[in-house]
């Protein structure tokens, strides 16, 4: 393993779990999840020895973070992104369908934003970090944090829903005209709001769709289940289909097209926008 960074606790009155306490501390796992990540694969240590997740640290503790050696021979890959914004605390790019976000995979988009991104002059620049998900088959716009602080604060306007995102899907079958959708997902609060846009007659499905849809809340799969469960799929789920709409041949008709937010560290209003891919555009003109 390769020592990327060291911590020794200071001014700390009561124990706390380590994966509460280390957010923020380390440039090169800036989140939580990232540090659960490293604490379960075991690069990360407490005065010498392997943590757990559940360990709780005190006061003049050594924490040292870890680099597998795997991860360091190779951790950027040549993948062209298309930037839609960026400045030295975030940028905004479209992911392309069929390309993990991050993962065990090693061609992922964060893999990929080091030799698309310019470097953060800020002092707590890190390496670039997506802030949210895209599934796998959905494109779109993708939030990525360039400093450490930035990671911080734009997770916290997720975690306070001040981030609006919106998605443009095609359903099949007749639908209403606008609506919404509250449906538990995993006995979790789900909320989705939707609005038909147009719609084209199918020899095959009877009606498709296009759907502007506004998420309320981020649970996993969320747009692809309320829409199941409205018995309107979005056209070319593999995962989430009823038998009699089952459409293979042109990927997953998701798209995530555009993110408003205040930005946390200028405060200006970022508005930021990107067109439907020509798939959609084939079915219903513009």
């Known amino acids: 393993m390769k020592l990327l960074e060291q911590h020794i606790v200071k001014k ?55 680099e597998s050696i795997t991860d360091y021979k190779s951790t950027k890959i040549n993948l062209k992104l298309s930037i839609i914004f960026e400045d030295d605390y975030l940028a905004a790019i479209y992911k392309p369908a ?27 620049a890190t390496t670039p970090q997506p802030v ?27 975690e306070h829903k001040k981030i609006q995102k919106t998605y443009h899907a095609v359903c099949v079958g007749n639908m209403n005209e606008e609506g919404v959708i509250d449906v538990d997902i995993d006995e979790k609060k789900a909320l989705t709001h939707y609005k038909v ?28 289940k309320h829409l199941l469960f409205l018995k309107n799929p979005i056209l070319g789920d593999q995962l989430y289909y009823l038998p009699e709409f089952y459409h293979k041949g042109k990927g997953l008709f998701l798209h995530a097209s555009s993110l408003n937010f205040t930005h946390p560290f200028t405060n200006e209003n970022i508005s930021i926008t ?11 003109s513009q």
């Open 132 to 158: 949210h998900r895209l599934d796998y088959a959905t494109s779109g716009l993708l939030l990525i944090g360039k400093t450490v602080s930035s990671i911080t604060k734009l997770n916290q306007l997720f």
């Open 98 to 124: 069929g390309i993990l976000v991050s993962g065990n995979s090693f061609y992922t988009i964060k893999n990929a934003l080091p030799t698309n991104l310019q470097n953060s002059l800020q002092l707590d």
């Open 12 to 66: 700390l009155n009561q124990p706390i779990r380590l994966q509460d306490y280390a957010v923020g501390i380390f440039k090169s796992a800036p989140t939580k999840s990232s540090i659960k990540k490293a604490i379960k694969k075991e690069l990360v240590l407490v005065n010498g020895k392997k943590a757990t997740t559940a360990l709780f640290i005190n006061n003049k503790d050594t924490i040292e973070l870890f």
């Open 197 to 224: 846009l147009q719609s084209s007659s199918s020899v095959k499905f009877n009606k498709l769709n296009l759907v502007e849809l506004y998420p309320k809340t981020g649970r996993k799969h969320q747009l692809r």
């Open 274 to 284: 990107k067109e439907l891919p020509s798939k959609f555009k084939k079915i219903f």
